[in-house]
């Protein structure tokens, strides 16, 4: 009970990050303007603005922005309505790194010249920084990254990553899977490109519950990046996860081969992606644009995210698969803003419309593979982003037709997402020609019971056992109905027979927590309470197999509930809410820990409760009996 005990701490970080979010309101700040131009030294006439981008620096706070080849932490401290005080320290990327510390008085809406700093070879940036006075909002995440002594931060190393996380947080939780990612993104870069530095230094990667103030976000893809200092920062909380964006990639060439334009640096950053078949859906749709619209970073800015990344990866993609990674690699290292198209004509001995033409041909021949799809829609589901895991299923069928695999992969990720028709026309498609399939029955069975229907999911029940007497969830979801609906008579035979039958943890736990309660409707003191310490010490069993897996402490939560000890009840309902996401087991925790709070006579919380089941897409009766008890409760 070691892993139990220790997962009772995460309800402590709910506590914690509810006292430490502010609430938000005007505050001073500035509106810093930061515009780089690029040119030769010693020929103003060469320079020409490559990139400008504002952003929000609340008075007294230190932030960083990564642009162009620097990082800038700047802390502004507004003096009066005129006059702010800029701290600014600028670090270059490697291989040649190069810093500027300076601080300045400046006024309102003033334009410095911070300094010239090299890029390659003859060209050098210019940085201009003009300073707005606002008032802006306080920022809502209060979070702190660099005092690193605080007891609520942790952090473990893997090979090439320091991964750094609030303790007992959900990062915490799945340190094991997200290391196992990130190692996995890191080796696949490595074998293709033939990195050979060992590790780099290796890279510092938060996983952050909400966006910290030290780092400009990347709205993008819902990143920070310092590549000066090696660090990666994401979001990893219940809702919001950015594991599945191409961060990884970005540092390591940032790091590895330095500087270049986003087409190039982003371009090869995001080349595992499936930037070929979106590129082509980009066409398609006619929202393509040509490649001279993205050579200059402002240009590339300006753009969609989506057609600018994507059309950057897959011509990128094209190049070091068509004409070797050494010709790629030699125009990275030589080019900057200005100099790209004359660089990639030099190395390549063509120039930009030759180059995009072959590119637009190749495409027109081209498709991913099977294997390529299902990994990026399996990324995406399990970073919790349903709508675009659907999307490249519905691609997926669009390209390859009617494959039982992808259909079963859509039907199961409507269900995921609570949309239940959706699911379950596929999950019938699928039935239609594999009607011998019991995992399709008995789940069109578990739709119709979510959606109410009762006869409907009976029926499907009945035809799982009639086809297979040992399927013990049928028995079991079958009897839960039939307990819902009073035939109590009935429900007790299934649940005996499914505890008759070989079963899991989990099955045990719902075998025997709903016989007591059919007991305990019965009036059968004795078993009732034989019944729930069975359920009980199967669920004890069932944390300890599936630790990750918030259902467990469900389960446990509830076997608590049935023998009346509720502040065990609530300890363990309010992990399993802290873990659960899937709106359909998110609402019936949520109902069984507002019932607990109305045990406590805690109202306030119960309704609270309740209230939430009934905004999500939940089961039928959970809606229905958290309506009953938000009314009674009034």
């Known amino acids: 009970m070691y892993h139990v005990k220790s997962k009772v701490c995460l309800i402590f970080l709910i506590l914690l990050m509810s006292l430490s979010v502010e609430s938000t309101f005007g505050a001073s700040g500035i509106l810093l303007d930061i515009t780089v131009k ?62 500027i510390f300076k601080e300045v008085q400046l006024k309102n809406n003033q334009t410095f010249f911070l300094g010239e700093i090299n890029v390659k070879k003859d060209r050098v940036f210019r940085v201009y920084l003009t300073p707005k006075i606002a008032s802006m909002q306080k920022p809502e995440c209060d979070l702190d990254t660099q005092d690193k002594e605080k007891e609520e931060w942790d952090e473990l190393p893997s090979s090439h990553f320091f991964f750094r996380y609030i303790l007992h947080s959900l990062a915490d939780l799945h340190w094991a899977k997200i290391k196992g990612h990130a190692e996995g993104e890191y080796k696949r870069f490595r074998e293709t490109f033939g990195f050979t530095q060992p590790a780099m230094d290796r890279m510092e990667y938060y996983l952050l519950p909400c966006r910290v103030n030290e780092v400009v976000w990347d709205d993008r893809f819902n990143i920070g990046l310092d590549p000066t200092k090696n660090k990666i920062y994401t979001i990893y909380n219940l809702f919001e996860k950015s594991l599945d964006s191409p961060s990884i990639g970005f540092l390591l060439f940032y790091r590895l081969w330095g500087y270049a334009p986003p087409m190039l640096a982003e371009g090869i950053g995001g080349y595992f992606s499936l930037s070929h078949h979106f590129t082509k859906k980009l066409i398609t749709s006619k929202k393509w644009v040509p490649l001279r619209e993205l050579l200059i970073t402002k240009d590339y800015r300006k753009h969609s995210p989506d057609v600018a990344f994507w059309e950057s990866c897959s011509f990128v993609r094209f190049l070091v698969k068509t004409y070797h990674v050494d010709k790629f690699r030699q125009v990275y290292k030589m080019t900057t803003d200005l100099t790209l198209e004359q660089a990639l004509e030099q190395i390549y001995q063509k120039n930009l419309p030759t180059l995009e033409k072959e590119w637009l041909s190749f495409l027109e021949g081209y498709r991913d593979s099977i294997s390529d799809f299902y990994y990026l829609a399996s990324m995406k589901m399990a970073n919790g982003h349903y709508d675009e895991t659907i999307e490249i299923y519905q691609d997926m069928l669009s390209l390859y037709g009617k494959d039982p695999g992808i259909t079963r992969s859509l039907a199961y990720v409507y269900y995921l997402k609570g949309e239940y028709e959706q699911s379950a026309k596929y999950y019938l498609e699928l039935l239609s020609s594999d009607t011998l399939n019991l995992e399709y029955r008995q789940t069109l069975g578990n739709i119709k019971s979510i959606q109410g229907e009762y006869d409907q999911a009976k029926s499907y029940y009945l035809k799982v056992i009639s086809l297979d007497s040992s399927y013990v969830d049928a028995y079991i979801k079958l009897a839960e109905l039939e307990k819902i609906h009073g035939e109590l008579t009935s429900a007790e035979e299934h649940f005996i027979q499914a505890k008759s039958l070989d079963s899991k943890s989990r099955d045990k736990v719902d075998i025997y927590s709903g016989l007591g309660n059919i007991y305990k409707k019965l009036g059968k003191t004795e078993l009732v309470k034989e019944n729930f310490e069975n359920a009980l010490f199967y669920a004890r069993r069932f944390v300890v197999e599936y630790p990750e897996d918030p259902i467990s402490y469900f389960k446990l939560g509830e076997s608590f509930f049935n023998l009346g000890e509720m502040d065990s009840t609530i300890s363990f309902f309010q992990i399993a809410e802290f873990m659960e996401d899937k709106p359909l087991y998110r609402g019936r925790v949520l109902l069984a820990l507002g019932k607990a709070y109305q045990g406590k006579n805690e109202t306030t919380k119960a309704q609270e409760c309740f209230q939430e089941v009934l905004s999500l897409p939940t089961g039928f009766e959970e809606k229905r009996e958290a309506e009953r008890l938000l009314k009674s409760s009034r």
């Open 38 to 99: 690029e040119g030769i030294p010693d020929d103003s006439a060469s320079f020409q603005l490559i990139d400008t981008r504002e952003i929000k620096l609340l008075s007294g706070l230190e932030i960083a922005s990564f642009q162009a080849n620097f990082t800038i932490s700047t802390t502004a401290t507004v003096i009066d309505s005129e006059n702010v005080i800029l701290s600014l320290i600028l670090i270059t990327l490697p291989p040649k790194p190069q810093t």
